[in-house]
């Protein structure tokens, strides 16, 4: 497989604080790599560096570099790196208005205005994020007033109508119930047929579920990073064992 | 285009932000000019220390030393009435007051901040002034002691809005642990609350006070507007406001009086100046 | 000295405290209740759109009111745009550097300003240098300064509230700094906005000082015909009527206390109102 992600030698901080070290990786096309690791590992900051987030943050510095497709990310428009890795987070974060609005609120402020195409897009993206047959009679229903699962699968399809290549979960079932969380899953697996997924979570079943490689954090530090099955069954490192094994973290 | 469009809009957005400068600055260098021109022929130590007030007598006259005494008289006074008062209605309604009674009194308080100043002065003419002037006997009502009340009463709206946002700031932990000890609320509150809450206290008896001294529509229609030295309470008193107030309209521009007049104004926007900066600076303890 | 037991000494404590508060809230109610009590007879249709007559002893208000409107409406509309785009800059853009910290400085100090001060400002730049002469115009500008950091503080807490987590999600779709705040951020601060908005009109309905040389003219009994004319205003009206004016009817001078009250009243009533109905209701 490709790789569409390449991470040479990446340091970020927020003030003083080191929060990745020196971090190499690659994620290949198409695939769900997992990551994995205890609260303050970096997991999270990784990821929003890869579409530039942190940039907003004063604080924030990071070296190194992240190539998508081999174009530095720095050399992009965060605008055009941000449509092209969506971003799924923690907490479902339904825009306060209607559904229809949720989704079409990316395509529409990419300048796409007519309401036909809009509507296509809609229903593609709700279809995909598995959502469409739960929400299809109440389009124009406020977003707010669906349940916290169907709202995290909102913010899936809202991610989708801007058509990403790459989709950044962070923590994306932290706040569902197992039924929901299952749900979220399967539309995963179904996703990345055809996009890239990066998907950070507290829950190392859900990466031995998901993910296809699975990398440990710790402390900003990648300590492991291996096929799903090597990390679960045999991990190279003790300390990598210790945690999905649920000795620590 | 559309990114065109931002980039134009950023740049506005970065502009009029800047505008709270840039009018802070237009303020204080036309006042700075048109004041300045005063001293050119007068000396600013007889400005501040003269006795006697009689711009339009000849030779003029222009000392506001007296004008200086009337605000500082009706200042302090209103200060002395409105500082223990708005403070203590501030603790009612941040601690004391429950829930539903808590939303009306600061809509009370919020509505008392509505009136306009000249509706006050106007009130105070009919009421305060023939009130103080029968209790106290005297040949008018028009005087500093009725100017203090009635600036006391526009002053609270302020005093207790920033005192109660004060008191809530103070951390629940607080209250908690000595609530735990076995001491009562109202011993909490002196002892913990209070304390604890100073610093935005401070800032909202200083903001009161700025706004006493600017406060000029119902001292000019309550105090009396004698230009002297006042020599108790119940003295017709005439305020740098005021004065600006009264005899801007009369003056002959460009003259000595306009410019003594703006010259005023440039002693009336150091002294608001300091007492803002110096109110600020207490509110941003507050906040770490 | 006889030591109170701490319950009693609380209840007598609590008692002051809520007899202070009465102490301030119930004149507010007399003032407004004398109004309205010695008012409400001069309130007529022909006081309301006549001219006045008889050197204002007699006859309607309806160029004051006229006046006061004016100004108010060009002073908000100046005010509005620029304080919510200097609250967004604050909000949204500005760092954490020297320069906001002289910005917050500025607005702080410009808020402290007295009102009289800000007529004289207006006087000078707007009326003599740039020869607008006593106009509706330079006072609505001159007001509109003063009002400015009201309408920036009021406007920021309520791009405050809105949560962080919106920008983020829209962000994250690509959409641009700008396009976030204009199609998230600012729709749901529009209430907050609003209220801050409208008692700032309350506000500078009420103002005297700074339109007195800027503004208001003492007698003109026509209406403004551009913004460049001088307008009569209701409080410098009522101002007039009140200390200037020998045997002036009573009731004239309260029902145009009156007529101000109301218009000032309504609005601040609408705001609190609004902003109650808002918090309530909050989505998020």
Same mark, same amino acid.
């Given at each position: 497989m490709v790789e569409k992600i390449l991470v040479q030698g990446l340091n970020c901080w927020f003030g003083e604080s080191h @929060?990745?070290? @020196?971090l190499t990786l690659e994620v290949k096309e198409n695939e769900i790599l997992g990551i994995i690791g205890p609260a303050n590992s970096g997991k999270t900051t990784f990821l929003r560096t890869i579409n530039r987030l942190?940039?907003?943050?004063?604080r924030f510095r990071m070296k190194g570099s992240i190539k998508i497709d081999s174009e530095d990310? !720095?050399?992009?428009d965060p605008e055009v790196l941000r449509k092209r890795c969506g971003m799924v987070f923690a907490?479902?974060? !339904?825009?306060?208005? !209607?559904v229809y609005d949720n989704v079409a609120y990316g395509p529409k402020r990419h300048g796409n205005n007519d309401k036909k195409g809009l509507d296509e897009i809609v229903e593609k993206a709700l279809k995909a994020a598995s959502l469409w047959h739960e929400v299809k009679d109440r389009?124009?229903?406020?977003?707010?007033?669906?349940s916290g699962g169907q709202q995290q699968r909102l913010c899936m399809a809202r991610t989708l109508a801007v058509e990403p290549e790459i989709i950044l979960f962070d923590e $994306?079932? @932290?706040?569902?119930d197992p039924i929901s969380t299952a749900k979220v899953e399967e539309t995963m697996l179904e996703l990345k047929k055809k996009y890239t997924i990066v998907l950070v979570t507290n829950n190392v079943k859900q990466a031995s579920r998901v993910s296809d490689r699975t990398a440990f954090f710790l402390m900003g530090e990648l300590i492991e990073i291996d096929v799903t099955q090597n990390i679960f069954?045999? $991990?190279?490192d003790k300390r990598t064992e210790d945690y999905v094994t649920g000795r620590f973290g | 285009m559309r990114k065109g469009f931002d980039k134009f809009i950023e740049k506005a957005i970065f502009a009029c932000g800047l505008l709270a400068i840039v009018f802070v600055a237009l303020i204080f260098i036309f006042l700075l000019i048109e004041g300045g021109s005063f001293f050119k022929e007068f000396s600013f130590l007889s400005f501040l220390?003269?006795?006697?007030?009689?711009?339009?007598?000849?030779p003029a006259q222009f000392g506001i030393l007296a004008l200086i005494a009337g605000s500082f008289v009706v200042t302090l006074g209103a200060t002395v009435v409105a500082v223990p008062l708005g403070v203590m209605a501030a603790l009612y309604i941040a601690e004391v007051a429950p829930a539903g009674i808590k939303d009306i009194l600061k809509s009370g308080v919020e509505l008392l901040a509505a009136i306009p100043s000249v509706v006050i002065g106007f009130i105070g003419m009919v009421t305060i002034v023939p009130l103080i002037r029968t209790t106290f006997n005297l040949?008018?009502?028009?005087?500093a002691f009725s100017g203090a009340l009635m600036l006391a009463f526009m002053a609270m709206p302020t005093i207790v809005s920033i005192s109660e946002d004060a008191i809530r700031a103070v951390p629940w932990a607080y209250k908690e642990g000595a609530l735990a000890l076995g001491a009562t609320k109202w011993q909490t509150m002196y002892r913990i609350v209070i304390p604890a809450a100073l610093p935005g206290i401070i800032a909202a008896v200083m903001l009161g006070i700025g706004r006493v001294i600017g406060e000029t529509m119902a001292v000019m229609m309550i105090t009396?507007?004698?230009a002297a030295i006042p020599q108790s309470l119940f003295d017709p008193v005439r305020t740098m406001t005021a004065t600006i107030a009264a005899e801007m309209g009369e003056t002959v521009k460009e003259s000595s009086h306009y410019h003594a007049l703006f010259a005023i104004g440039l002693v009336l926007f150091i002294i608001t100046f300091t007492i803002n900066f110096i109110a600020d600076t207490y509110l941003r303890k507050v906040k770490k | 000295m006889i030591r109170l037991d701490p319950k009693r000494s609380q209840n007598i404590a609590f008692a002051i405290l809520l007899i202070v508060t009465i102490l301030i809230i119930v004149p507010v109610l007399l003032i407004i209740g004398v109004i309205v009590k010695e008012g409400y007879?001069? /309130?007529?249709w022909e006081f309301l759109t006549g001219m006045p007559k008889d050197g204002m002893r007699g006859g309607g208000i309806l160029p004051a009111i006229v006046g006061t409107l004016s100004i108010v409406t060009c002073a908000i509309c100046i005010t509005l745009p620029i304080g919510v785009l200097a609250a967004i800059y604050l909000n949204e853009?500005?760092?954490?550097n020297l320069l906001t910290r002289i910005i917050k400085l500025s607005i702080v100090n410009l808020a402290g300003v007295p009102s009289v001060v800000y007529g004289l400002f207006g006087l000078g730049l707007?009326? +003599?240098?740039?020869?607008?002469?006593?106009?509706i115009i330079a006072g609505a500008l001159t007001l509109s300064i003063m009002e400015l950091p009201v309408i920036i503080t009021t406007s920021r807490q309520a791009l405050n509230s809105v949560p962080y987590s919106f920008r983020e999600a829209s962000l994250s779709l690509g959409v641009s700094r700008w396009q976030t705040i204009a199609h998230v951020v600012l729709p749901n601060a529009l209430p907050g906005i609003m209220t801050g908005a409208i008692l700032s009109i309350a506000r500078i309905s009420g103002e005297t000082a700074p339109i007195l040389f800027t503004a208001a003219a003492f007698y003109v009994p026509r209406l403004p015909h551009s913004v460049f004319d001088q307008v009569m205003a209701l409080p410098y009206h009522l101002y007039i009527i009140s200390t200037? /004016?020998?045997? +002036?009817p009573k009731n004239i001078t309260y029902g145009t206390a009156l007529v101000l009250l109301v218009m000032v009243l309504t609005m601040s009533l609408t705001a609190i109102v609004t902003r109650y109905y808002f918090r309530k209701r909050k989505k998020w």
């Open positions: @929060s990745v070290k @020196s942190n940039d907003l943050n004063e990310i !720095s050399t992009l907490l479902p974060l !339904s825009l306060p208005m !209607s389009l124009n229903a406020s977003a707010l007033k669906l $994306p079932c @932290s706040g569902l069954v045999s $991990p190279k | 220390s003269g006795k006697y007030w009689y711009p339009t007598s000849t040949s008018t009502g028009l005087s009396g507007n004698a | 007879s001069a /309130i007529t853009y500005a760092k954490d707007f009326v +003599m240098l740039l020869k607008f002469g006593v106009s200037q /004016i020998p045997n +002036m």
